[in-house]
C-alpha cells in the first residue's frame, strides 16, 4: 500500500490497524470459535480490531458496550499490526468519523446476525469492532464495498488487508 501512496507523490502517514491475538475473555474464545467455521486457522486467532492513530486507539468495545477511544503506548505482544499509509487529508477525514461514532453502541445481534448466523444484519447505529473499522476503511477507499462492513470478522478483516498488501505491492 505504501507504493501506491510514493507513485502519486503524496507525503503519508501511518494508521496501524491492530488485530487482538491474546487470550482475552470467554467473550474472545466464542469469537474465535466461530471463526474457525469459516477462516483458515491462521486468522482465526484473532478475536477483535481496532484503528490506531497516533496513540489514540479507536474501537467498538464488547466490554464497555460502546464505541471508544482511548489512549495507549506500546504493545503487550497480544496484537499484531497492519499498516496503511494515508496522507494527513485523509488521515484526518478518518479520525472525524472515528470522533462522529465515539460513545455509540456496541451490536451484540450485529454480531449474532452477520457473524455466528449469516444473514447480514444489524443495527445501523451500533457498532461490532471489524464493523467499525472495515466502515471506516471503506469510507477511506481502503476497502473495496463488495461486501457490507458487517460480512467483516476480525479474521476476515486481516485476511483482506493481507490480500490487498499483497495485491498493492505488485504494482
Given at each position: 500500500m505504501q507504493k501506491r501512496i510514493k507513485r502519486f507523490g503524496m507525503k503519508s502517514e501511518m494508521i496501524r490497524i491492530a488485530h487482538y491475538k491474546g487470550k482475552g475473555n470467554l467473550?474472545?474464545?466464542i469469537i474465535r470459535a466461530f471463526q474457525r467455521l469459516r477462516s483458515p486457522k491462521?486468522?482465526?486467532k484473532y478475536s477483535h480490531t481496532e484503528i490506531v492513530i497516533g496513540n489514540r486507539w479507536y474501537g467498538a468495545s464488547n466490554r464497555e458496550n460502546r464505541v471508544r477511544v482511548r489512549k495507549i503506548t506500546g504493545n503487550s505482544g497480544n496484537w499484531d499490526f497492519t499498516e496503511i499509509?494515508?496522507?494527513?487529508?485523509d488521515m484526518a477525514i478518518l479520525e472525524i468519523f472515528l470522533k462522529s461514532q465515539v460513545g455509540e453502541g456496541y451490536d451484540r445481534l450485529g454480531i449474532v446476525f452477520s457473524q455466528i448466523v449469516p444473514l447480514q444484519i444489524d443495527d445501523p447505529k451500533k457498532w461490532f469492532c471489524?464493523?467499525?473499522v472495515a466502515e471506516a476503511l471503506m469510507i477511506m477507499s481502503?476497502?473495496?464495498?463488495?461486501h457490507?462492513?458487517?460480512?467483516?470478522?476480525?479474521?476476515?478483516l486481516k485476511r483482506a488487508l493481507e490480500n490487498m498488501e499483497r495485491i498493492t505491492n505488485e504494482y
Amino acid at each position: 500500500m505504501q507504493k501506491r501512496i510514493k507513485r502519486f507523490g503524496m507525503k503519508s502517514e501511518m494508521i496501524r490497524i491492530a488485530h487482538y491475538k491474546g487470550k482475552g475473555n470467554l467473550f474472545n474464545k466464542i469469537i474465535r470459535a466461530f471463526q474457525r467455521l469459516r477462516s483458515p486457522k491462521a486468522y482465526a486467532k484473532y478475536s477483535h480490531t481496532e484503528i490506531v492513530i497516533g496513540n489514540r486507539w479507536y474501537g467498538a468495545s464488547n466490554r464497555e458496550n460502546r464505541v471508544r477511544v482511548r489512549k495507549i503506548t506500546g504493545n503487550s505482544g497480544n496484537w499484531d499490526f497492519t499498516e496503511i499509509p494515508m496522507s494527513k487529508r485523509d488521515m484526518a477525514i478518518l479520525e472525524i468519523f472515528l470522533k462522529s461514532q465515539v460513545g455509540e453502541g456496541y451490536d451484540r445481534l450485529g454480531i449474532v446476525f452477520s457473524q455466528i448466523v449469516p444473514l447480514q444484519i444489524d443495527d445501523p447505529k451500533k457498532w461490532f469492532c471489524s464493523e467499525l473499522v472495515a466502515e471506516a476503511l471503506m469510507i477511506m477507499s481502503v476497502l473495496p464495498r463488495t461486501h457490507h462492513a458487517s460480512w467483516y470478522s476480525p479474521a476476515r478483516l486481516k485476511r483482506a488487508l493481507e490480500n490487498m498488501e499483497r495485491i498493492t505491492n505488485e504494482y
